[in-house]
């Protein structure tokens, strides 16, 4: 267990330790924002488009990395991810998404970078369908060798199709049927009359729209390195409410997952701040969060408080003293220093 005594000298071991890093990887830090615009291929969802937006893959090469969306707030289906330079103005309406140039309450011009940007999608709807029955009958018709008189009822297995529809609309349709043989005794011969019902029910699931035309910059994603980063520096941009944007857990290259819940407090429209995680495997972020509209009454925006993210490998210097102390504390704030350099 560390005494009191020895706690403050980690800290100012791993101070030093920092600084340092930052000095000497400056020149081998990697973006890990790909510097074009278009839709961050998840692994849960596909890409809206090919071209526009233009779906990119993030999973290749050895600092690849894939994306997954997660569930954040049960009124919104999960967002999806852009890369997008803040600034320009995008259309992608055949989506309903229009990003702006001046988006709503922010100073976007502050930074001509790309940032990774969510946008938040309403639930999709489910209409479940009234089951419906058609019947046909063949009558007179001569019995098989065996058949005896009388009423042989026999069902098959329910079947089960699901087809998507171009604009992402499922229809889950379900069909049974049972067939309904009645052998009769007809001048002096054995007849059946066959009675074939099939009733079908269809489900339809229509994905829900991006919210406010795309431009609610919330979500939740799980980010997976292809192999162990030893150092990883996130910058968010806009963060205006305390306490929802941030860092919820990661996992280190050993496999180990720390919940560390590294929420930051807001600060004002268009700040920037920063954090830094030393040995990431994976993490999950939280970005923004719905406003009063959207049902979160804590909120002190009517829609929400959008967020982007920027993520920097920081390279460790293998000789640098000190710099495992980092590993102790997990987590540095540089907030400070960002804000003071922006
Ligand atoms: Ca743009
Ligand atoms: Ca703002
Ligand atoms: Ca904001």
């Known amino acids: 267990m560390l005494t009191l005594k020895s706690f403050s000298k980690v800290i100012a071991a791993s101070t030093i330790g920092l600084s340092v890093l930052s000095a000497t990887s400056a020149a081998h830090a990697v973006n890990l924002v790909p510097q074009q615009e278009g839709e961050i291929k998840l692994t849960n969802l596909a890409c809206l488009s090919e071209t526009n937006p233009k779906c990119i893959d993030t999973s290749l090469g050895a600092i690849g990395y894939k994306v997954t969306s997660l569930n954040y707030d049960s009124k919104f289906s999960v967002s999806r991810l852009f890369s997008d330079k803040r600034g320009t103005a995008n259309d992608y309406s055949a989506f309903g998404i229009k990003f702006s140039a001046d988006d709503e309450g922010t100073n976007p011009n502050a930074f001509q970078e790309y940032w990774l940007r969510p946008v938040a999608y309403e639930a999709a709807t489910e209409k479940i ?112 409410e305390s306490n929802y944007t941030g860092i919820l857990s990661y996992v280190n290259g050993l496999g180990k997952t720390i919940s560390i819940k590294e929420l930051l407090t807001g600060g004002k429209d268009g700040n920037r701040q920063s954090l830094m995680l030393k040995d990431v495997q994976s993490f999950i972020v939280q970005l923004g969060n719905p406003g009063k509209k959207y049902g979160n009454s804590n909120s002190k925006f009517s829609t929400g408080d959008g967020a982007n993210l920027q993520l920097e490998t920081v390279p460790e210097p293998g000789a640098v003293a000190g710099l495992s102390a980092l590993a102790v504390l997990g987590m540095m704030s540089k907030r400070q220093r960002r804000n003071k350099a922006a």
């Not at 795309?214 to 205006?240: C, H, M, T, Y």
Request: aromatic residues 6%; without cysteine; glycine residues 8%.
């Open 129 to 240: 369908g009234a089951p419906r029955t058609t019947s046909s009958k063949r009558s007179n018709l001569i019995a098989p060798p065996g058949a005896v008189v009388g009423t042989v009822t026999a069902t098959l297995p329910s079947t089960t199709e699901t087809t998507t529809s171009s604009n992402g609309t499922k229809t889950i349709t379900t069909t049974s049927s049972e067939t309904i043989t009645v052998t009769s005794l007809k001048n002096s011969k054995l007849v059946q009359e066959i009675t074939t019902k099939k009733t079908t029910q269809a489900t339809t699931i229509t994905p829900g729209k991006a919210v406010e035309n795309g431009r609610l910059e919330v979500g939740r994603f799980q980010f997976d390195f292809n192999k162990p980063l030893a150092g990883l520096e996130f910058s968010f941009f806009d963060v205006e």
